[in-house]
């Protein structure tokens, strides 16, 4: 045996302990480490790699390094399965996925329909569990939206090339990637004429969201209506940012609103969820709803029916956007999807006194 090949060997055993005291899922030593620490040549350690690659011991991930493979169960011992990945963030939204996809769950008794969380601060997750889980399609909820570009694009069509996907509750048709969403616009246009068939001239519109397409979108749909309409509009933005305490922001914004006075009738929120801010100000400055102030949503109706009081909302239709984008993977005819809104009526919004 030749000097080389001595050195490969004592390497490729020294190398193998380290492997034995890591878990799967940990990062192996870099390349350059491995080269310090054994004082061997570049090509001495990546040939030991790629032994161990071969062998199924380690996993080369380019650009990140490699690490120890995660078991991989049988494929054919799962079903086949749709995975909705969604952030793994607190939220009514993915609570009502969870249930939507329970109640589905019957209308397709030869697949399962799995929701998988990832790390909520990737816009797209950097790996999914497709294999393991025997993966035939999917849907994925981006952790952000309004900032995808040409990384966040090139990841979501790794996941592409393993099967059929579709993007939830966003729109993304300008990157040439099938979604499912609300038809933001339209609902802007259904709680501006909520309002405008009351008899308000006068509305304020809430942001209270971080900037996106959808918030625009939503907010353009109230404005745009409200211009046919000769009614007068205030935009009310909070100035939220991402990662922001978005009801905490609202309620001090909604205050100074109140406090340095205000002439519109009714309040078009653009989100259920933060719009809490603004009625717990409306409660702590004596601002009575709907008596004083009409108030209607687009947003979750689960959410906007434990308000005080609950508000008139305009759905946002997770569960139809859910069954739509099914759909859509069980036929193999994806493209891009709009679900059309609902008005729920709750009395939150009356006449305008003359």
Not at 22 to 34: T, W
Not at 129 to 158: F, H, I, Q, S
Not at 266 to 273: C, H, K, Q, T
Not at 322 to 330: N, Y
Request: glycine residues 6%; aromatic residues 6%.
């Amino acid at each position: 045996m030749n000097q080389n090949a001595m050195k490969l060997d004592f390497l490729y055993e020294n190398l193998k302990r380290e492997l034995s005291r890591l878990a799967p899922g940990e990062r192996f030593l870099s390349v350059r480490d491995i080269m310090r620490e054994y004082n061997v040549s570049q090509q001495m350690v990546e040939r030991a790699l790629d032994r161990f690659t071969t062998e199924g011991r380690l996993e080369s991930i380019p650009r990140k390094g490699c690490f120890i493979p995660r078991p991989i169960r049988n494929p054919e011992a799962v079903p086949p399965t749709y995975m909705v990945a969604v952030p793994n963030w607190i939220s009514p939204d993915i609570d009502e996925i969870q249930s939507a996809l329970q109640q589905l769950q019957p209308d397709y008794p030869d697949m399962r329909l799995l929701l998988y969380r990832f790390d909520f601060r990737y816009a797209i997750p950097p790996e999914l569990a497709l294999r393991a889980e025997n993966v035939k399609g999917m849907l994925l909820m981006p952790g952000r939206v309004n900032t995808l570009g040409e990384t966040d694009v090139a990841a979501l069509n790794v996941f592409r090339r393993h099967g059929p996907l579709i993007v939830l509750c966003h729109h993304l048709a300008n990157f040439n990637v099938p979604s499912v969403g609300l038809d933001d616009m339209f609902a802007g246009n259904c709680a501006a004429h909520h309002l405008y068939s009351l008899g308000h001239k006068k509305i304020g519109i809430l942001v209270s969201e971080p900037p996106s397409s959808i918030i625009g979108n939503r907010v353009s749909g109230i404005e745009n209506y409200a211009r046919l309409h000769d009614m007068e509009v205030e935009v009310i933005d909070c100035g939220i940012q991402g990662g922001e305490a978005a009801q905490e922001k609202t309620y001090r914004k909604f205050e100074q609103v109140i406090r340095r006075g205000f002439d519109f009738t009714a309040l078009a929120g653009i989100s259920g969820d933060s719009v809490t801010g603004a009625l717990n100000a409306c409660h702590n400055c004596g601002i009575a709803i709907p008596d004083r102030l009409s108030v209607v949503v687009i947003g979750n109706t689960a959410v906007t029916a434990t308000c005080a009081p609950p508000l008139d909302t305009v759905s946002v239709e997770l569960t139809e956007q859910i069954r739509l984008a099914l759909e859509m993977l069980s036929s193999g005819h994806c493209e891009s999807r709009t679900v059309q809104p609902e008005l729920v009526r709750r009395n939150s919004v009356t006449a305008p006194d003359s």
